[in-house]
Structures are given as structure tokens and as C-alpha cells.
């Protein structure tokens, strides 16, 4: 019996063991293994999706609106600068996240970890709706209109084909982003290196300018100045639209080689140099515009282009448009991945998990992503998407930072290869509360009631498909799912082929 005893208690062992460890696969472990999102990403790629998705039609629309509520050319820097070092801090809090959660989809994973499943689905409903293909529609918009312009000389392009051609930008940067993760990386990569030439050039203009000694409009720069709580509010919210994109690396933790050294790496390079060019970028605009001549200007770059660079000021809007649609590639590539995260965890259509079987790419994700984005351009109107985009997106930026602060004290047995001071969190999460509530008590307007309408109404969803999933939910959801997996040829991730 001792022989048969060896062999059933080396079973048991066996079992027990395998028991043990299935127990012990944790949010830090078990999702690299179970996607088959392919590790494509290094530390360059990561600091061009960074530097790629900041830098973006931003930095060329956003000085004037910033000048508009601060009145100053000395407070409209500071204001850049501050904005830089907000971001930064929101990205340090993002990087101890990304490194201690180690899941794709930005937020999501954070905010399901600190709180739960609905704010969580409420953070993916609203991105998948509000937040993201705003943004991306936004970037297209505008992309459209400094492409258009040329061709318009004396006259505003007509919308019909500022739209068309926003549509065709998304429908391009959607099909290359789902026809290969490596692909996508290596457009963001060329756009990126694209748009680094004009900001280079505005920069090394604008100091040659200075040097020759045109610094008249720097005099008294502090003079005008507005203090009040609700105008920094809004020049903060014009501000950190142009740095939107310092959380993007988050959303493709998966898909980033060794990402406990890259992405806080990438973070730290990456801001900032994008902070710098900033800087420098507006002080170039100062150099040549008076504050009245920068606020009268219909294109802040276009301006500067013509009054410096003439005859080859033809060059700006050719690598705005470069800037533009390397930002809306970066916006298009990482978003994606929050859709997928999202359904792979139950929260959307189950479909849109799925893995394409020949590209290994979240193809199904990426395409409705463009879909709603595309909806997005029919009104066109860009200032409302914008207040839109920074009343929803800072909502769930000082959440889930919020959040990083309760796992402190929650969650203490997970590993944390970076860890950032405390009082950073708590920090970046009031001035979060700060930029929520600003621009309601400056200027109040309906447009904010309409979004968080609009986010709660997502716990309709929530309760009828994820929560009780109730039977005639299903039925229309699994005939769906079964017929778009036939027809886009996609599978579970999981079924991926290696």
C-alpha cells in the first residue's frame, strides 16, 4: 500500500498545489497571460505614443483661449507651466496605478479595484460614449479645418467638407489601428517625429527673435491681470485640454515591453519635454504677437508662420495637420484598448473583447470606437466637446486618483514597484474637485447637467446587462455577438492564436 500511498499523495500534492496557485493569481499577474495582446512597445515607443497623443492641434488653438480668461502675457505662462506640472503629478499618481495593476484600459482596472464594478462600468460607459470619442473627434475637427484652410484663402472652409474630411481621417486611422499594433505604433512613431520638426521650428524662430532683442510685449507682462477663481478655472481647463494624453501609456500596460522600468521612464521623459516645448512655444508666440494680436488671430501657428517663416509659411498648417493626426493615431491606439477591457470583463458587448485571428489586434473595439467618434463630428461644434471632454474626463482623473489614495490603506498587500508620496494624490485630487466645480460656478450651463445625466443613465445599462443580466437582455446581445464574430473573424482572447 506505500507505493499507491506515494502516488495518491503526490496527486493530492499536485492538486493542492495547482489549487494554491490559481488562488494566488492576482490582478498583478494573470492578465498577460490570458490576452494575447503582443508585447510590440518599448521605451522610444511609449515616449512618442506620450509626446504623439499631448501634442496635438492643443498647443496651436489653446493659447489664445488661456490669454482670453487670463488677460496677461506673464500669467498666461505661469498658467502653461502649472498646467505642466499638474500633469505631471496626475501622471506620477498613474504610473505607482500602472505598475501595481499591471491591465490595460487606463482607469477601468483602477477604478474596479478601489471601488468597485459600478464606478468603474460608469468610467467605461462615459469614456466609450463621451470622454474618448470626443476627444478623438475633436483632434479630427480640427485637423480638417488647418488642412482646409489653404484652400480657402479669405474665407472660412465650408463645414461640409471640414466634416467629410474629419470623417476620413478617422476612418483611416481606425483601419490602420486595427490592421496591426505594430503598424499603428510605427505611424505614431513617423507623425511624431513629424510634428517635433514645426514645434522645433516655432521654438528656434522664436528665440532667434528674442535674442535680436523683440521683447517688448514681455514688458509689464503681469498688467490686466483677472484673479478671479472661475477665470483660472477655465484657463486651466483650456490649458490641460492641449496636455490631454499624460495618462495615455496606461491604456496598453500590456502591450509594453518591461513596463515597470518603461512606463514610469517614458512619464518622465515625455511630460516634461512636452512642458518645455510648451513654454517655449508660446514665448515664440509672444516674440512676434502683441496679447491683442495673438486673441485677434484665427490661427495662432498660421500667424506666426506668415510673419516669420514667409515665403515657406505654407510649411505650418502641413505639419499642424501632421500634429493633428499623429494625436488623433495616438488617441485612436490607446482607447481602443478601453473599449476591449471593458467588454473582456463583462461590461460591454461581449464581442468586443475579441481579438482579431489574423492581427491580433482588438480590432472589434478600435472599429466601434471610430464608429461613435464619427457620430460625434455630425454637429462639429468643437467648443462644446470640448467642455464635454474636460468636465467628464477630470470627474474620473480625480476618482481614480482618489482611489490610488484609498488603496493605500485598502489594499496594502499589492506590490507597488513605484510609489509616490502621499500628499501628491491628494493634491492632484482637489485640484480635480477644483476643475470640476470651476467652470460650473463661472459659467453655468445645461451642457453639464446633459453629461451627468448622461453618465448615470449608464446604471441603467448596468443593471439590466452586467447586474441581473436578465434573460430578453441576452437574447438580444448573444445573436449580436455570434453574428459579428462570424463576420469580422474574431475570437475570445483567449482562443488567440500565439
Known sequence: MWPPRIGSGWKMEETSLRKRREDEKSIQSIEPKTTNLQKELGLFSGICIIVGTIIGSGIFISPKSVLSNMEAVGPCLIIWAACGILATLGALCFAELGTMITKSGGEYPYLMEAFGPIPAFLFSWTSLFVIKPSSFAIICLSFSEYVSAPFYSGCNPPQVVIKLLAAAAILLITTVNALSVRLGSYVQNVFTAAKMVIVVVIIISGLVLLAQGNTRNFENSFEGTKLSLGAIGLAFYNGLW?????????????????????????????????????????????????????????????????????????????????????????????????????????????????????????????????????????????????????????????????????????????????????????????????????????????????????????????????????????????????HLQMLMEVVPAEQAPE
Open 242 to 482: 492641449a496636455y490631454d494624453g499624460w495618462n495615455q501609456l496606461n491604456y496598453i500596460t500590456e502591450e509594453l515591453r518591461n513596463p515597470f522600468r518603461n512606463l514610469p521612464l517614458a512619464i518622465i521623459i515625455g511630460i516634461p519635454l512636452v512642458t518645455g516645448c510648451y513654454i517655449l512655444m508660446n514665448v515664440s508666440y509672444f516674440t512676434v504677437m502683441t496679447a491683442t494680436e495673438l486673441l485677434q488671430s484665427q490661427a495662432v501657428a498660421v500667424t506666426f508662420g506668415d510673419r516669420v517663416l514667409y515665403p515657406a509659411s505654407w510649411v505650418v498648417p502641413l505639419f499642424v495637420a501632421f500634429s493633428t493626426i499623429g494625436a488623433a493615431n495616438g488617441t485612436c491606439f490607446t482607447a481602443g484598448r478601453l473599449v476591449y477591457v471593458a467588454g473582456r470583463e463583462g461590461h460591454m458587448l461581449k464581442v468586443l473583447s475579441y481579438v482579431s485571428v489574423k492581427r491580433l489586434t482588438p480590432a472589434p473595439a478600435i472599429i466601434f470606437y471610430g464608429i461613435i467618434a464619427t457620430i460625434y463630428i455630425i454637429p462639429g461644434d468643437i467648443n462644446s466637446l470640448v467642455n464635454y471632454f474636460s468636465f467628464a474626463a477630470w470627474l474620473f482623473y480625480g476618482l481614480t486618483i482618489f482611489g490610488l489614495v484609498v488603496m493605500r490603506f485598502t489594499r496594502k498587500e499589492l506590490k507597488r514597484p513605484i510609489k509616490v508620496p502621499i500628499f501628491i494624490p491628494i493634491l492632484v485630487t482637489l485640484l480635480s474637485v477644483f476643475l470640476v466645480l470651476a467652470p460650473i460656478i463661472s459659467q453655468p450651463a445645461w451642457e453639464y447637467l446633459y453629461c451627468v445625466l448622461f453618465m448615470l443613465s449608464g446604471l441603467i445599462f448596468y443593471f439590466l446587462f452586467v447586474y441581473h443580466k436578465f434573460g430578453w437582455a441576452q437574447k438580444i446581445s448573444n445573436p449580436l455577438t455570434m
